[in-house]
């Protein structure tokens, strides 16, 4: 009898213990920390299991504290979205120099690919054409572009810091540095593979089409083409241009000037939305008709805002991060959540539909570029769907008080606090 108890109690004591253990991993999978098995390091007991004695690159792990100790609410992976300038190669030329990420650098980047660029004083990118549209955006001094349209009609612009240019597909056109300090800008091609390296160049096709055919095409004598060079240019060191009035006189055509602008000032514009948290500028078709095939918001978040919850229903999305630290967790089927740091000169890439916020870390303001390979800027809040949905089928999902339901905004802040 006396057994028989003994092996009781102690049948008990597992259950019980056993009991303990499913309430315990039940609740770590709950508020928080929804997954079985739990993640995160808060639910490792044995914390040398959290060691890395092996080779490690400490200056690089050191600016990915998101990856190396993940929150617990990041599940499985995903497909790397983080890439950087920062990484890129460089090629330099007496005039300037450039770097890429394209999707053979950047797998998930098959949307659009994006360059990083630099001009001195009078450094030149030699007249070419894409097969792309080209839009950007300058981070640095002064840049003079030049293009002809589709019906023969020429523009000469100069721009500055945070102006925008868009040059659609097959459309001509050169970029010169201007001083003191020269032109620094970022590219963005709305085709993930394309190349800042193999550009239709002037002096590539001139080289390569025979003296004859290049008189005869410009009514010239073949001498006028015996010092064309046979190596392409692409980028070097020019003079300083004359005064853009003067330039501006000199390729007047009697056809006048295009009829749409081939620049935008993002400076000049008022924010689409603004909280005390930061602002978003959304720069389209609506206010930029030329730009048909690339959206893009200039996003500032300050020291503490966040980049509400939200996704993007048209179109993946591209970010160029200029100042700033912080980082962005992409939320994925599956379930599959990751969470990354961000720098200046990173790169972002989110696909269309998934959702995803980004949290100001730093001292100092966040500002980022989203590109997108539309016409029109879209997205879509969580925080608005919830509140301009039906309120009990909501309280009901999320087991919330439909009185707090209520409390939610139905406006989109883009940026909060609000």
Request: proline share 8%.
């Amino acid at each position: 009898m006396r057994e028989f108890s003994r092996r009781n109690i102690l049948a008990a004591t597992a259950v019980a213990g056993a009991t303990t253990a499913v309430s315990a991993a039940a609740k770590a999978a709950q508020f928080g920390n929804p997954d079985r098995p739990p993640e995160g390091d808060v639910n490792v007991k044995n914390r040398q299991a959290l060691d890395e004695p092996g080779p490690q690159n400490r200056t690089l792990t050191s600016q990915f504290p998101s990856m190396g100790n993940p929150p617990p609410t990041d599940v499985n992976g995903m497909a790397m979205f983080w890439s950087s300038f920062n990484l890129a190669h460089k090629r330099v030329q007496d005039g300037g120099w450039a770097r890429q990420v394209t999707q053979a650098d950047f797998a998930i980047s098959e949307a659009v690919s994006g360059v990083n660029m630099r001009l001195g004083p009078g450094g030149v990118r030699e007249l070419h054409w894409h097969q792309q549209a080209e839009w950007a955006v300058m981070t640095d001094g002064k840049c003079r572009i030049s293009v002809l349209d589709g019906d023969g009609r020429p523009a000469v612009r100069d721009v500055k810091a945070g102006d925008l240019w868009y040059f659609p597909p097959g459309l001509p056109h050169s970029l010169q540095g201007l001083g003191p300090s020269g032109a620094e800008f970022v590219l963005v091609f709305d085709n993930g593979r394309a190349s800042e390296y193999n550009t239709l160049l002037l002096t590539d096709w001139m080289a390569h089409t025979p003296p004859k055919i290049l008189a005869e095409n410009f009514n010239l004598p073949v001498s006028a083409f015996q010092n064309n060079p046979v190596d392409d240019l692409w980028i070097y060191q020019g003079a300083e241009p004359p005064p853009l009035a003067q330039v501006q006189r000199e390729v007047a055509s009697p056809l006048g000037e295009p009829d749409l602008e081939f620049t935008f000032s993002t400076s000049d514009m008022a924010p689409t939305r603004q909280t005390r948290s930061g602002s978003v500028k959304v720069i389209d078709t609506r206010n930029f008709p030329i730009s048909a095939n690339i959206a893009a918001a200039v996003v500032t978040i300050k020291p503490g805002g966040l980049r509400e919850l939200h996704w993007h229903p048209t179109a993946d999305e591209w970010q160029y991060w200029v100042q700033g630290a912080g980082r962005m967790t992409v939320f994925n089927t599956g379930p599959a959540a990751t969470t990354a740091d961000f720098h200046p000169g990173d790169i972002g890439y989110v696909k269309k539909g998934l959702g995803h916020y980004v949290e100001n870390t730093g001292s100092t303001d966040i500002v980022m570029i989203e590109t997108f390979k539309t016409d029109r800027f879209a997205e879509v809040s969580l925080a608005q769907w919830l509140a301009c949905s039906p309120r009990q089928m909501v309280a009901e999902t999320l087991r919330m008080d439909p009185r707090l339901i209520e409390q939610i905004s139905k406006s989109r802040p883009d940026i909060v606090p609000a």
